[in-house]
């Protein structure tokens, strides 16, 4: 039909031209913030890319929800605007029988949410996590950057190296000191390799130095020389994670979990699908307009109430992680009182199809 094919060619564009312009945004403000991780410390500058693919990809369905919802807005708005809506409306055509064409178009944007809600989102966040986990647990060695003092892991170290080689493993003129209790050493040496251990650990091997020792109690200081001295780094190579954090455990672990952090995770991600459905019928139901009326209002409208729709979805998964609310609860509790008040938006716009404008429209000036 006519009818059908145009709404959801003019959606197509729309929501194109939408997810291009939000997608540019928001992985532009990710790039800043990953790089500024990276500055931190907090990431290898390395991983930078591989870092930025693995969040743009777990917020890849709020976008899409977002581009559906405006596109359906910001296409009806214009038709209000462009008197098509009359001509609809005139035909006998009401606000409810563009619920079949929207739905249609959206299918597939709704799968692919529910695709990466449940597949692809702990898939990304457990690749972060583990990319976050391994730089944090690397050698000592390994934090230094010539020309740089470093603190180790543990704060009770400090490490300086002229020079480095380019798998980090063999570092020239280093300086180390170790704070303790009850004194504190200074060592140097020419070069050190860091080398490993049967058990699984490291060791860092020095060559041609000297170490120092200061006991603070005695006041006595020992200085010691040595062509080969071996230094205990204390860290396993990087591993996987021991526990998972529940967003980035699969959902079928989530599922036979009876913990209320898992359960809150899951209510999370069934959520954020629930809300792309209701968003749709919340889309159709607030688009409004005329050819004299302020339509950017009707779009500043829905995107305040995007913005609190997932607030409350954000909500729900707290309230469940604390066990306030049943899962079961907390969904219907949010995404039921959504859906009921969509319907009851569509059905008050079907019985004022002669009225297309919702309250905040003013009614254009009577000439004379």
């Known amino acids: 039909m006519l009818f059908d094919s145009t709404l959801r060619k003019d959606l197509s564009r729309s929501f194109g031209g939408t997810l291009i312009v939000i997608l540019t945004i928001v992985l532009t403000m990710m790039l800043i913030r990953t790089l500024g991780m ?16 693995y969040i743009a990809l777990a917020q890849l369905p709020t976008m899409l929800s977002l581009s559906l919802f405006v596109a359906v807005v910001s296409v009806l708005t214009r038709m209000y605007r462009d008197s098509e809506m009359a001509v609809w409306f005139s035909s006998g055509v009401s606000i409810a ?24 989102w702990p898939w990304a966040n457990r690749n972060t996590t583990e ?15 010539p020309g740089q003092f470093q603190t180790s892991s543990d704060g009770r170290r400090v490490f300086f190296l002229d ?21 504190e ?48 780094i204390g860290e396993k190579s990087a591993g996987p994670l021991a526990e998972l954090p529940p967003k980035a455990q699969d959902t079928l ?8 952090r898992s359960r809150g995770e899951l209510v999370w991600r069934l959520g954020m699908i629930l809300a792309a459905f209701n968003l749709l019928l919340w889309g159709i139901g607030l688009a409004s307009g005329g050819p004299r009326g302020g339509n950017n209002w009707v779009l500043m409208v829905a995107l305040l109430g995007f913005v609190v729709y997932f607030n409350l979805v954000s909500l729900s998964q707290a309230w469940v992680a604390n066990g ?28 004022g199809s002669n009225l297309p404008r919702l309250p905040w429209h003013r009614s254009p000036s009577p000439t004379s």
Do not use: C
């Open 38 to 53: 990276a500055a931190g410390g907090k990431v290898s500058p390395q991983d930078v890319v591989l870092l930025l693919g």
């Open 97 to 120: 029988r563009f619920v079949r064409p929207v739905l249609r178009f959206a299918v597939p944007v709704l799968v692919a949410v529910t695709a990466l809600m449940l597949l692809v």
């Open 131 to 145: 990319l976050r986990d391994r730089y944090e647990r690397r050698s000592d060695l390994s934090r230094v950057a």
């Open 163 to 183: 020079k480095q080689s380019a798998d980090s493993s063999d570092g020239r003129n280093i300086f180390i000191l170790d704070q303790r209790e009850d004194g």
């Open 185 to 232: 050493s200074v060592t140097t040496a020419q070069a050190g390799r860091i080398e490993p251990r049967e058990d699984g650990q490291r060791e860092l091997v020095l060559s041609n130095g000297a170490r120092t020792d200061l006991d603070v109690e005695g006041g006595t200081r020992t200085i010691a020389r040595f062509e080969r001295y071996v230094v205990r």
């Open 253 to 260: 672990t989530l599922l036979r979990s009876d913990q209320a």
């Open 324 to 351: 306030r609310l049943p899962a079961a609860g907390a969904l219907l509790a949010v995404h039921g009182s959504m859906l009921a008040g969509a319907l009851a938006l569509l059905r008050w716009r079907v019985a």
